[in-house]
């Protein structure tokens, strides 16, 4: 059976993403990456290679790059919460902690019971000074997570914050 051009291309870069992501795990991320980009290439609006990408990126300290990657993959994708926490965490990186909130706070309505997006949140709203909102998240990803010593840590900071602007 033959494919039509298109077909071959989706499937070109379906294999080309499933390659790269083999040698993730073994921590080849620049080697990853040339599979990635061989995938968006093939198809432009596969959304799952970019996501990859970013993650590669990332991992190489790229945030640039990755937040550009992750930024391509939204464009096609609106479900899939690790990928706007992943946009989320590299813009804070950046010093971006205003841009990362709307991001963050999608992946959390994709993901409510995840302790990880609620502690992001934490974080960027204490980059951003805001107290009570920081609080806020960390105490929700604690009851979510209730044995993180870091989320415990974190909210220690924030209350200190809290009755130092009290006082």
Avoid: T
Avoid at 39 to 67: K, Q, T
Avoid at 116 to 141: D, K, N, P, T
């Amino acid at each position: 059976m033959r494919f039509a051009p298109q077909n071959h291309k989706k499937n070109a870069a379906a294999d080309y993403n499933r390659q790269g992501a083999l040698l993730m795990p073994c921590g080849a991320y620049r080697q990853a990456s040339y599979y990635f980009l061989s995938a968006v290439v093939c198809d432009p609006d596969y959304w799952p290679a970019f996501f990859n990408l970013g993650n590669c990126w990332a991992r190489l300290e790229e945030n640039e790059a990755a937040i550009w990657a992750y930024e391509q993959a939204v464009r096609n994708c609106d479900h899939h919460a690790p990928l706007f926490s992943n946009l989320g965490i590299v813009l804070c990186r950046q010093g971006e902690a205003k841009r990362a909130l709307p991001y963050l706070e999608q992946a959390l309505r994709l993901n409510p019971d995840s302790p990880s997006c609620a502690a992001v949140l934490g974080y960027v709203c204490f980059q951003l000074e805001q107290w009570g909102l920081a609080w806020h998240w960390y105490r929700r990803a604690l009851q979510l997570e209730p044995d993180n010593d870091s989320v415990k840590d974190s909210l220690k900071v924030v209350s200190k914050k809290i009755s130092v602007a009290a006082q």
